[in-house]
């Protein structure tokens, strides 16, 4: 049973940094595209990035909104992915999902074939 773990979420002051993890086990970590998805309160839940399965590709939203200030990685001997958020603003604030697909980059929902159960990130002003 393949089962995608996040962990690294919490509450930080605009400016703050958080290093989210996702680990992932019952699944050949490094067959699997992977990425990270947000889902604010009452919002759509939104792609953030993306890392093909070795880390020699990624992929972020398409937009200034992290661009510069989130990071995606990966260490697939220790079967985990990693995003390093920096320069955190409120509007970041969301519960943030860690996303797995094995044939290509999790970049939509529907890419999606695995999900984790998502950790709180919440910036104050």
């Known amino acids: 049973q393949v089962q995608l773990v996040e962990s690294g979420g919490g509450s930080v002051q605009a400016g703050g940094s958080l290093r989210l993890s996702c680990a992932g086990s019952?699944?050949?970590?490094?067959?699997?595209?992977m990425g990270w998805f947000r889902q604010a309160p009452g919002k759509e839940r939104e792609f953030v990035a993306a890392?093909?399965?070795?880390?020699?590709?990624?992929?972020?939203v398409d937009s200034d909104s992290v661009k510069g200030r989130f990071t995606i990685s990966r260490d697939n001997a220790k079967n985990t992915m990693a995003l390093q958020m920096n320069s955190l603003k409120p509007e970041d604030t969301a519960v943030y999902y860690c996303?797995?697909?094995?044939?290509?980059?999790?970049?939509?929902?529907?890419?999606?074939?695995?999900w984790g159960q998502g950790t709180q990130v919440t910036v104050s002003s």
């Open positions: 019952g699944l050949t970590f490094s067959f699997y595209h």
């Open positions: 890392i093909s399965r070795s880390g020699g590709s990624t992929e972020y």
């Open positions: 996303a797995a697909n094995v044939m290509e980059l999790p970049t939509i929902t529907r890419r999606v074939t695995h």
